[in-house]
């Protein structure tokens, strides 16, 4: 259990670390399928920080989200989409990772947010020539690297899906205990 269990949801949380281009949606793209034929319910979290609108302009929830409703669900019925606006400040992950429905989940996933307090994994490829992340960084309990490293954390293949994802449903059934 992470000393955030006040702050985050009553279920797994796990992040993937890294800076831009390292293979954070390309890991995650072959590591859900594996964790979900395991019995895992996988929700994910992607940070992004760029401004994005999945809403058509001119389309019902649009143009109500634009007549001032703080708070959208566009709901169909394969899928439901909520929507929030925030006026002046981001909204604080904690309050973000709980909007997730935990009954049906077993693991959140968290593509990013490096910088927030939480469990992580550190995904790290050497030709990028980034700065090691796991230093500095206590939450950070194991590293994936495309390349052998004298690390004091559990060292992971970047580039092996199943190996990592051996890992993570043992922190699953480890959170769970």
């Given at each position: 259990?992470?000393r ?11 992040g ?9 949606t390309t890991?995650l ?6 964790l ?15 401004v994005?609108?999945?809403d058509?302009p ?7 989200r ?5 708070q959208?669900l ?11 606006e925030?006026?002046?400040?981001s909204?604080?992950?904690?309050h973000?990772?709980?909007q ?8 959140i996933?968290v593509e990013?947010c ?32 495309d ?15 199943a ?15």
């Amino acid at each position: 259990m992470t000393r955030f269990s006040d702050k985050r949801p009553n279920i797994a949380v796990l992040g993937f670390a890294a800076f831009s281009g390292t293979g954070k949606t390309t890991l995650l793209e072959s590591l859900i399928p594996l964790l979900i034929a395991r019995g895992l319910r996988v929700g994910v979290y992607k940070h992004s920080h760029h401004v994005i609108e999945q809403d058509k302009p001119g389309k019902d929830s649009f143009r109500l989200r634009q007549a001032g409703a703080l708070q959208t669900l566009l709901a169909t019925p394969e899928r439901a989409i909520l929507t929030t606006e925030y006026s002046n400040a981001s909204p604080d992950f904690y309050h973000l990772l709980r909007q997730f429905d935990t009954e049906n989940l077993d693991l959140i996933l968290v593509e990013g947010c490096k910088e927030k307090r939480f469990t992580k994994i550190e995904l790290h490829r050497h030709d990028l020539d980034k700065p090691w992340l796991y230093p500095d960084d206590p939450d950070i309990i194991a590293v994936a690297t495309d390349r052998n490293i004298d690390c004091p954390l559990p060292c992971l293949d970047l580039n092996n899906a199943a190996q990592i994802a051996e890992f993570v449903i043992r922190y699953v059934q480890d959170t769970a205990s």
